[in-house]
């Protein structure tokens, strides 16, 4: 019995003695890994070690969780979360049973690579496939720039995105960015825009109308590309990529023939030749310098006029302009300037103009101007007063004003003085009688349009009631009338107004007379005739007539 109880006592003193001794000496090892594979975004990943327990571990792809999917002592399986926010996250690890980082280290995506193109020529409207590895299952993780614009993506794998190109291309060289995996990448492979081409158009050409131009490879975005004709710009009104619509411009042009169409688009420069007659009655060939043109004076096969240039304290800088047939265009004559406000101008055949203003002290001079070496010379008045609508003009060797107003800072009051001057005494006489005096003395405005014609003066009229009429001055100093305004002579004619609301006559015949279809008898004024050639003002432009209209009336 004692001895029994000496062996259970020695039997649990050793069994307590090598429970303590374990306890002891067992320290707790962590898991521990042998790989952090690269990865795609939305794939699972296997990362091998040992130690591991499941529930024990949190996975982070910098903050964002990811759950893991399977584990054994040597494997884990965990699914890259697709929010990622960078290409390298950081994966830390952690034991839950001890609460700490067992891993934390850099990890990567896998880096895109495009290895090619399905086709080295890209056209609008036609889908690209860029070639490559490591995109995307989803092409909403997917973008694509063409030479740095966003291009519209179609589909998406690993190997292959699919896309239509972006219609802002401003070079034909194209340089494409894939942004896939958090990743740009860009491709060395050659790809470049097809050339367009224009292949026709119609034939009928109005000027301010719409040409229709077919071909290939157009810009489909109407507000990209740009259309000139003969040099000038005009507006794309509807494109695709086979045809382009657009207006034709206005003017300016030479003659009544355009030549060749122009299309810029993608860093190209397409030109097509064609010869187009155009239709209009006028065309446009310069758009006058500034407002308030006076009427032209013809001398040496030019025309010249005052136009109003910069506006001063007090008036604007008015300047004399050349118009030529060899340019078609308005020159400045400098040295010609007449500052103030200017009131009437007329001309006679001999190249002097006669320009009555108010000037910058608001004194009213009268200057004669020489055409012929636009020499400026003040002449003296034969009145002291600041008198304004006076009607002027020149005849038979004579200049002559008549009438006018004077402000007296309440209104104005008619004044009844005449002059006569006389260019080769330089003399003024007061007229008191006469057939001039007695015809104009009862003038109570100016009158406009004024041009000769084999010795007789023709000109138009607009009393208070508005209407306005031709008339001729005679060289016996009679005034005939007629009910419609002249506008030119030419040829053996002196074409006038037809038609109340616009057309042409002949004053010197009974045929009827034609449309022009140019605007109403007011629209359009200030012709001259150049060289056989007429031209007219409407609005801020100078027209060109096509004088083929007026055969059927000469």
């Known amino acids: 019995m004692n001895r029994f109880r000496i062996f259970s006592l020695f039997l649990i003193s050793f069994l307590v003695f090598q429970g303590c001794s374990k306890n002891d000496s067992d320290e707790y090892t962590p898991p521990s890994f042998s790989s952090l594979p690269r990865a795609l975004l939305g794939e699972e990943i296997e990362i091998d070690g040992q130690g591991f327990e499941l529930g024990k571990l949190q996975i982070f792809f910098d903050n964002e969780e990811s759950a893991i999917n399977y584990v054994t002592d040597k494997k884990i399986k965990v699914r890259v979360p697709r929010t990622l926010d960078r290409y390298n996250p950081t994966v830390r690890i952690v034991d839950l049973n ?17 290895t090619g193109f399905d086709k080295s020529e890209i056209s609008f409207d036609e889908v690209l496939v860029i070639e490559g590895e490591n995109f995307d299952s989803s092409k909403n993780y997917v973008e694509v720039e063409v030479n740095g614009e966003r291009a519209q993506v179609q589909s998406a794998n690993y190997n292959q995105i699919e896309i239509i ?14 942004t896939a995996q958090l ?6 492979a050659p790809l470049k825009l097809t050339k367009p081409e ?12 719409e040409l229709v131009i077919s071909g290939t490879n157009f810009n489909p975005d109407r507000n990209i590309g740009k259309i000139f004709i003969d040099g000038k710009e005009t507006n794309i009104s509807s494109a695709s990529k086979e045809e382009l619509r657009v207006y034709t411009p206005v003017g300016p042009y030479q003659d009544f023939v355009a ?14 030749e064609k010869e187009y007659e155009i239709l209009n009655n006028a065309i446009i060939v310069d758009d006058n310098p500034r407002v308030n043109m006076t009427f032209p004076a013809v001398y040496n096969g030019k025309a010249y006029a005052y136009f109003q240039d910069e506006e001063l304290e007090f008036g604007y800088s008015n300047n004399l302009y050349e118009f030529s047939v060899e340019s078609y265009q308005w020159h400045k004559i400098e040295g010609t300037e007449l500052e103030g406000y200017l009131n009437n101008m007329t001309y006679n055949e001999n190249g002097k103009m006669y320009v009555y203003l108010t000037d910058s002290e ?27 609508g006076v009607l002027d003009f020149y005849f ?9 107003t004077i402000y007296d800072g309440f209104s104005n009051n008619p004044v009844e003085q005449s002059y006569q001057y006389d260019e080769l005494t330089e003399i003024w006489t007061e007229l008191s009688s006469g057939p001039i005096w007695d015809y104009f003395k009862s003038y109570d405005t100016d009158i406009s349009d004024v041009f000769y014609y084999e010795g007789i003066m023709y000109y138009n009229y607009s009393p208070q009631s508005g209407i306005t009429n031709g008339y001729r001055l005679k060289p016996d100093a009679t005034v005939e009338e007629t009910p419609s305004r002249f506008y030119f002579g030419y040829q053996d004619a002196v074409i006038n107004q ?10 010197f015949n009974d045929k009827p007379g034609i449309e022009h279809y140019l605007g109403s008898a007011w629209e359009i004024g200030n012709f001259f005739v150049l060289e056989g050639n007429i031209y007219f003002q409407k609005e801020y432009q100078t027209y060109k007539l096509k004088k083929e209209i007026l055969d059927t009336i000469l």
């Open 98 to 114: 001890t609460d700490k980082n067992i891993l934390e280290e850099t990890f990567f995506l896998k880096e895109p690579v495009i």
């Open 165 to 178: 190109l972006p219609t802002n291309i401003s070079k034909s060289e194209l340089d494409v960015t894939v």
């Open 183 to 188: 990743q740009d990448v860009g491709s060395n």
């Open 198 to 209: 224009i292949l026709a158009t119609t034939d009928v050409f109005w000027t301010g109308s």
């Open 259 to 272: 030549t060749n169409v122009v299309y810029e688009m993608g860093g190209y420069e397409v030109v097509f």
């Open 362 to 388: 608001n004194h009213r001079i009268l200057v004669s101007v020489g055409l012929s070496n636009f020499t400026k010379e003040e002449v003296s008045l034969p009145f002291n007063d600041n008198r304004s």
């Open 396 to 404: 038979q060797g004579s200049y002559y004003m008549i009438n006018g």
């Open 498 to 507: 037809y038609f109340y609301y616009g057309g042409f006559g002949n004053y």
